[in-house]
């Protein structure tokens, strides 16, 4: 039997920590990630930071006992899913157009809370027997979102989600115009990274809160437009 690697010791830690205090170490974790990946620990010998952030974008899912053992790219599904008709997707667009609005910055963009119609398909049983069917038992955690990156230079930094978006699923509303500059990219430990260009209408689910995941900076005349519905596993800690 191989010796345990720090992984497995902060795995293991992680089971001894308070809520409170894993979530403390998650954000640590989740920050080195972002960090490294940003690029700011260049004075660094390039070993270190590989092992560093490989070491950080390992720990992210091991932090969530053994609900997670699948976890390579932190990808559930990719692509039109079937919990939505055509329906919904243009009941959403026009929710959001309506809800821009309202949308209060966070960081580098916009978002907007507490949507009917998106609280409503949040809780939908369409929605949420899929996400059983792929990951197991998930409860919803009322927390549904409309993003905005709708101005020159609007994006986020490489990041892990809060507990509220555990499981995420997102779906794409709006990119245009066709020329598409911003990105949506996940970090998955030492593998390339994984460039998701959603159509109108795709979704990504996700483990956010174990993926290290980013969105590159819009340029002028560009619009991104998304809905974000926030999952947990019924077994994480
Ligand atoms: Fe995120």
Redesign the pocket.
């Known amino acids: 039997m191989s010796a345990p690697t720090l992984v497995d010791r902060l795995s293991h830690l992680s089971t001894e920590l308070t809520a409170a205090e894993r979530e403390n170490l998650k954000f640590l974790l989740s920050m080195a990630a972002g960090g490294l990946l940003s690029g700011h620990a260049r004075a660094v010998p390039e070993e270190l930071r590989a092992v560093a952030l490989a070491t950080a974008q390992r720990s992210l899912p091991r932090l969530h006992g053994g609900v997670r053992p699948a976890f390579e790219t932190g990808v559930v599904f990719l692509g039109r899913g079937p919990f939505f008709s055509e329906e919904d997707i243009a009941a959403l667009d026009a929710e959001s157009r309506r809800y821009r609005e309202r949308a209060e910055r966070f960081h580098d963009h916009y978002v907007a809370s507490g949507a009917p119609l998106a609280r409503e398909l949040a809780l939908s049983t369409k929605v949420h027997d899929f996400l059983v069917s792929q990951v197991g038992p998930v409860l919803p955690t009322h927390k549904a979102n409309y993003l905005y990156y709708d101005e020159p230079g609007l994006g986020?930094d490489p990041?892990?989600?809060k507990d509220e978006?555990s499981l995420?699923v997102l779906t794409m509303l709006q990119h245009s115009p066709e020329d598409r500059h911003s990105e949506l990219i996940l970090h998955p430990p030492e593998q390339d990274a994984l460039r998701v260009h959603l159509a109108p209408g795709e979704s990504l689910v996700f483990f956010?809160d174990s993926v290290t995941?980013q969105r590159t900076r819009t340029v002028a005349g560009e619009t991104v437009r998304l809905v974000s519905f926030g999952y947990r596993t019924i077994g994480s800690v």
Do not use: E, Q
């Open positions: 986020i990041h892990v989600d978006f995420n956010a995941h």
